[in-house]
């Protein structure tokens, strides 16, 4: 489709103007990481390296980032599980109720954030069953599971509901076991799809902080040392570089993401028309 070059225009300026209120803020914050002077003002004193130094030998900042990439790192693992087992069962079985039970499995990205960490930290609290459990390290994925396999599971559904299921059909036809059709068959084509899911799932749970200072306890993730930290004059040029880490941090895995869905959507089309012509 051809454009004229106002239409053109009108797209370019509609699209920086969309771009700049969206990033201004995140570059404020890269600019004032690089600032010379402690003091946040505008135009910034002069550049350099001092403050992003300073975060790198943090150590509050050091173990907090640490704490935060085991949480993310376990929280997707349990995503990755479970979210996984319901997607198969939603969209390979026919059941009473399935409709219900995939709306259910989505919901919980929906939920304020403030209510879904109240909620979980009275049932931390009381646990009838066991008499309560402390908060901490494992209250902190189990709370982060429960919004994390939300991704796993929108993008392994739509992956298989666009996989024929002849394929698995035809492999149990030739012989091939439950889990050798899954090994072969099954699994190269949804690899990505979990993959995706899984990076979408860490960077999420990465940042998350309105559940977590419900169910934290004691434990400092890398967001609550922001929190905590911000407020205070000394702290706030060290914590403006961690802030700019942690936006990179949080960027890398849903750029990765991002072209993970591109490529299978570009093999998809390209296999498409290869079938038709």
């Known amino acids: 489709m051809n454009y004229s070059r106002r239409a053109k225009a ?30 946040q003002r505008w135009p910034i004193d ?10 790198f030998h943090n150590q509050g900042a050091r173990d907090a980032l640490w704490t ?29 109720g399935r409709d219900t039970i995939s709306f259910l499995v989505v919901v919980p990205i929906a939920m304020p954030g403030i209510v879904t960490g109240m909620a979980l930290n009275s049932a931390f609290r009381e646990a009838p069953l066991i008499g309560g459990v402390d908060l901490g390290m494992l209250t902190i994925v189990i709370s982060h599971a429960t919004f994390c396999i939300v991704l796993v599971y929108n993008n392994v559904i739509a992956r298989l509901r666009r996989m024929s299921g002849n394929l698995e059909e ?38 998350e902080i309105i559940v977590t200072i419900f ?3 004691s434990v400092e993730t890398l967001p609550i040392w922001i929190l905590h930290n911000y407020s205070r004059p000394n702290q706030g040029p060290i914590v403006n570089a961690v802030g700019l880490f942690a936006i ?15 490529g299978e959507a570009i093999a998809r089309s390209t296999t498409g028309a290869g079938t038709t012509t």
Not at 189 to 198: D, E, F, V, W
């Open 68 to 96: 935060s990439v085991r949480v993310a790192l376990m929280s997707t693992g349990v995503a990755l599980v479970l979210g996984s087992l319901a997607a198969f069962a939603v969209a390979r079985y026919t059941f009473f």
């Open 248 to 262: 990179l941090l949080s960027i890398i895995p849903v750029y990765i993401a991002q072209r993970l869905t591109e």
């Open 10 to 39: 009108l797209h370019w300026t509609g699209t920086g103007l969309t771009l700049a209120f969206i990033y201004f803020p995140l570059a404020i914050i890269a600019l004032y990481a690089f600032n010379s002077s402690r003091v």
């Open 215 to 217: 169910t934290a306890g």
């Open 170 to 207: 035809a492999s149990a036809d030739l012989g091939a076991n439950p889990i050798q059709t899954f090994r072969f068959v099954t699994f190269p084509s949804i690899r990505s799809a979990l993959l995706a899911g899984c990076l979408l799932a860490f960077a999420l749970s990465f940042d």
């Open 46 to 55: 002069g550049l350099s390296t001092r403050w992003v130094e300073a975060a």
